[in-house]
């Protein structure tokens, strides 16, 4: 998706417990998630939280500069590690808003 995309970067996606390995890329209408076992994708305009933060959902903290990107769609979390570097570049083409268009909250 390089070619068609804003962004590209690899991410770890959080499921529970577990981290999944996956390819994050922004399209300029949806925000896709891959990897060989796994494709899926947002519309963005079903996204109706964005935020960053330096932990997860859960509490638990992040390694020194990684990022959380945190998206609710219908009543459910997403939440993907970023690297220092790439979640400035996300948090650029991304920007957080909560539900209502306000800006949110960046930790």
Known sequence: RA??????????YIEGMQSIPVALSLADDALYYENPDLQASFELKNIEEIEYDDELATGKNLEHGSRALRLRSH?????????PIDSQKWA???????????TARTA
């Open 92 to 102: 650029a083409l991304l920007p957080a808003r909560r539900m209502g268009g306000t």
């Open 3 to 12: 070619t068609s995309s804003k962004v590209v970067s690899r991410a770890d």
């Open 75 to 83: 009543g459910a979390t997403f939440e993907f590690i970023l690297d």
